[in-house]
């Protein structure tokens, strides 16, 4: 089934579920480069640390093992990606310890083993510009797996849900998670146009973050056919909505 291209921004009601892949240099269609070598078991353990240098070599190696081309169809349910994606979740790789929040309670996963989710917080907690972008891929790659066929969006309600706005009238405030991509494209709009000349590179990282959150963002609005487009759609702020519209023809661009 060939794949169409989606919608900048989450729009109410259920999207459908084809669209085009950002693009992945290092995806090879029908495969995953890091599958073969490592397990989602053996991926999910080699989170369980707070070294900053080995927690990005853990994400890169999980980011391209999950990643899907450009152009890709959707993946088979025995795709090793997809198989991989499931293990990851069930192996606890979600992670807990610091994914606690105001009546989410924890992530998939012993409360006490680091993960994904920990993974960001440490890179949110101690400033990891070059670390930052990483999770957020990851998990909108574990979304766009998991989307895929409905036997695996079960798993995938695990990844999704502590990312996600609070429910309207459901009384608790806003995930922690749903909090920092807000403010991660508030960031992205307020610096545009303010670097001085010869900082590009020094901004590659804000880039790269602007990126990372909008892909995420279309993946949670996309996800099992738009089941919580709407939700996501209510949860953003006007002002916020007119800067996903801007990021994304940025990043797109």
């Known amino acids: 089934m060939p794949v169409a291209t989606t919608s900048a921004v989450p729009l109410p009601g259920a999207p459908s579920g084809k669209r085009k892949r950002s693009a992945s240099p290092s995806a090879v269609p ?42 890709e169809e959707l993946p088979a349910p025995t795709d090793a990606r997809v198989r991989l994606a499931q293990e990851f979740v069930d192996a606890g790789g979600l992670g807990g310890a610091l994914a606690h929040d ?4 924890a992530v998939a996963g012993s409360a006490a083993t680091p993960g994904l989710f920990d993974a ?40 999704i849900e502590p990312l996600l706005p609070p429910a309207a009238g459901a009384g608790a405030g806003a995930s922690r998670f749903w909090a920092r991509l807000q403010a ?19 901004d590659s990282g804000s880039e790269m973050l602007t990126l990372a959150t909008v892909r995420l963002l279309l993946e949670m609005s996309s996800f099992a056919g738009g089941k919580y487009a709407r939700r996501i759609f209510e949860g953003v702020g006007w002002s916020m909505k007119v800067r996903t519209v801007r990021a994304f023809a940025a990043c797109s661009s």
């Open 30 to 71: 029908g495969e995953a480069p890091e599958a073969a070598a490592q397990t989602g078991a053996a991926l999910a353990a080699a989170l369980r640390t707070t070294s900053p240098d080995s927690l990005r070599l853990a994400l890169a190696a999980l980011r391209r093992s999950t990643s899907i081309a450009t152009h």
């Open 102 to 105: 105001a009546g989410w309670g």
């Open 120 to 159: 960001w917080t440490l890179a949110e907690q101690q400033a990891l510009p070059a670390l930052l972008p990483l999770p957020l891929f990851v998990l909108a790659h574990l979304l766009a797996l998991l989307s895929a066929h409905q036997p695996t969006h079960a798993l995938g309600d695990r990844v």
């Open 184 to 202: 991660y494209l508030g960031s992205a709009e307020s610096k545009k146009g303010k670097a001085p000349q010869g900082t590009a590179g020094k």
